[in-house]
């Protein structure tokens, strides 16, 4: 296997690579319990949870429990349901709040990632502007920094509240260039801030949706601050994986616990469908810094007024005091629901133990790559621990053929153009078994050519 992570090694997890080894590993894996809390499908080896997570008992036992509520309350579950209903996107976001290092008044549970990144690039492109009516003709426009291997819903979003400001896209989009075409490196965002003062948002992933690299939250949020620019991060590929700390990010060795001045990431978003196991499509989340509490959001919408005056109809918009006042129309129940069992069970295991349990299985999971296939074979991750989300690209010429063959055998993947094969060994149901017989299923499928009796990249989903 060729190595292709900047000469950064091999794997070091070392061991016993055999499949009694990994039943020994399964044994004294202290989260091994949580797997029975899932609808495991019989026959599979389920490593697609960076793109739609299992789904846990708890949170279909929420979402019955609410749709027993529709049944029995009809509109009473607004106010009688238990919790109820009213306030429900904001009670979510006091359960998130802990995964991300939050206070609970800056998380909500609201929309879909898409619209979050909408409402919130708006809502600072504004900001920047000094008048929540648009920018002054008379300023410079901002530009908003990202990077040129994020997801595209990204570029689409920001784009758009660009172009709704007058702000032509191809020159306030500024993209940070891969060095690789895996990674993005901290120290050229710095570069970029250093050479363009007009940066007023950097937004940048957590953990890159193709490679799985995690950046450096903290030192990106202290560049952005530093330059005098907000920051925020799409943490689509890391809540429910990663222990993140997005108030604390940034923040001076010696500033106090309550000194909001000197860090903080200002906003984030992500989906609840991944890691979270909330189940396809998923209300979203998101965070921001209660600094900003009080802003008027781009979009504003009747579910972001003030709780207290809200039923007072007025056509005179009162933000709620809280992150809550980013939610645009109202709370869908039945898409927001299992996430509240959902991540009582992340919670139950403890963010800090899934984390780890995570970096174990994707450091075995490289180690087993190295060892056991062939020279077509690289790891497109970084293998710092400190630098990887939740997930391995594994890279091959014929990365969506062996996908396919994959799936044909009952392993379930995904391929990203336009090499990878997509593997995540998600650390609440997976078990380093499941690992094993993964690399063991693409060893046989190469060995044997089997991967060439399929076609060539078609269409649909991968």
Request: with cysteine; hydrophobic share 35%; proline share 5%.
């Amino acid at each position: 296997m060729t190595d292709t992570d900047g000469g950064a090694g091999r794997s070091q997890s070392g061991g016993d690579r055999t499949l009694a080894a990994a039943r020994e590993r399964d044994a004294a894996d202290p989260l091994a319990e949580a797997r029975e809390r899932f609808a495991v499908p019989d026959g599979e080896r389920y490593m697609d949870g960076n793109s739609l997570g299992l789904a846990p008992d708890a949170a279909l036992a929420t979402l019955e429990r609410v749709v027993d509520e529709w049944r029995e309350l009809a509109i009473r579950g607004w106010e009688e349901a238990d919790p109820d209903w009213f306030h429900y996107g904001e009670r979510l976001g006091d359960l998130l709040a802990p995964l991300v290092g939050a206070r609970e008044s800056e998380v909500v549970v609201a929309n879909s990632t898409t619209v979050n990144i909408h409402t919130l690039i708006g809502t600072f492109l504004d900001t920047l502007a000094g008048t929540p009516a648009g920018p002054d003709p008379a300023a410079e426009s901002p530009a908003v920094l990202v990077n040129d291997l994020d997801f595209p819903t990204d570029h689409y979003a920001i784009r758009a509240q660009l172009r709704q400001r007058g702000i032509d896209p191809d020159q306030k989009l500024v993209a940070v260039e891969s060095r690789d075409g895996r990674t993005i490196d901290a120290a050229d965002i710095e570069a970029v801030l250093r050479e363009r003062d007009d940066v007023g948002i950097v937004f940048m992933p957590s953990v890159l949706y193709r490679s799985g690299q995690l950046l450096d939250v903290d030192r990106i949020t202290r560049a952005a601050h530093d330059h005098g620019a907000l920051v925020g991060f799409d943490c689509a590929h890391s809540i429910g994986a990663v222990d993140h700390d997005l108030r604390g990010a940034g923040a001076s060795d010696d500033a106090d616990d309550g000194d909001d001045s000197t860090g903080g990431v200002d906003f984030a978003v992500w989906c609840s469908y991944k890691y979270l196991n909330a189940g396809p499509g998923a209300t979203a989340g998101l965070y921001v810094h209660e600094r900003h509490h009080g802003t008027t959001p781009a979009l504003a919408g009747w579910w972001g007024n003030d709780k207290d005056t809200q039923f007072e109809m007025r056509h005179t918009y009162e933000p709620a005091d809280s992150a809550g006042a980013w939610q645009i129309g109202t709370v869908p129940m039945l898409s927001s629901a299992p996430i509240e069992g959902a991540a009582e069970v992340v919670r139950e295991a403890g963010i800090e133990r899934v984390r780890e349990k995570s970096l174990a299985l994707t450091d075995y999971l490289i180690g087993l790559v190295d060892d056991r296939l062939g020279d077509d074979f690289s790891v497109g991750t970084p293998r710092d621990p400190e630098r990887r989300g939740g997930h391995v690209a594994i890279e091959h010429p014929e990365g969506y053929r062996l996908s396919e063959a994959l799936r044909d055998r009952g392993v379930v993947v995904d391929f990203r153009p336009p090499n990878v094969v997509r593997v995540c060994p998600a650390p609440l149901y997976t078990r380093y078994e499941d690992v094993w017989h993964v690399v063991e299923t693409l060893r046989e499928i190469e060995a044997a050519d089997a991967h060439l009796e399929y076609d060539p990249r078609g269409g649909g989903v991968t």
